[in-house]
């Protein structure tokens, strides 16, 4: 049996963007409240019985979001375009190294319903 384990955390942060439909508004600074879960997936340790230990994958959370909890996402080294695609690649690539079993990153707006899915599929 495989298992996956999830942790949900959201930031706040302020961003540009430049496209071709509601140009304007999306030019000018603008903030949202991210919603981000990651998810961990496999076989639970025979000796602790956990995939991964949820403390640790906090302790990951923290240091995430801190580069990029109020923060101006068109600043933050490596993220790029600030859409929820660039987020989600971004998040990927903060948590791969010390989450080696991660399966599954998402960002969300609520306000909006907008949504983004990256899975390792």
């Known amino acids: 049996m495989k298992f996956e384990l999830s942790q949900r955390f959201f930031f706040e942060a302020a961003h540009t963007l430049d496209r071709s439909i509601d140009r304007e508004g999306s030019l000018r600074v603008h903030g949202h409240t991210y919603w981000?879960?990651?998810?961990?997936?496999g076989v639970p340790d025979p000796v602790t019985g956990m995939v991964v230990d949820l403390a640790y994958i906090r302790r990951e959370i923290e240091r995430v979001r801190d580069a990029l909890d109020h923060r101006f996402l068109d600043d933050v080294d490596g993220l790029g375009p600030a859409t929820l695609e660039g987020l989600c690649s971004y998040l990927w690539r903060q948590f791969r190294p010390a989450l080696p079993h991660l399966s599954r990153v998402e960002v969300w707006r609520e306000a909006s319903g907008d949504r983004c899915r990256l899975t390792d599929d």
Do not use: F, W
């Not at 981000?36 to 997936?41: L, P, T």
């Open 36 to 41: 981000a879960e990651i998810s961990v997936a």
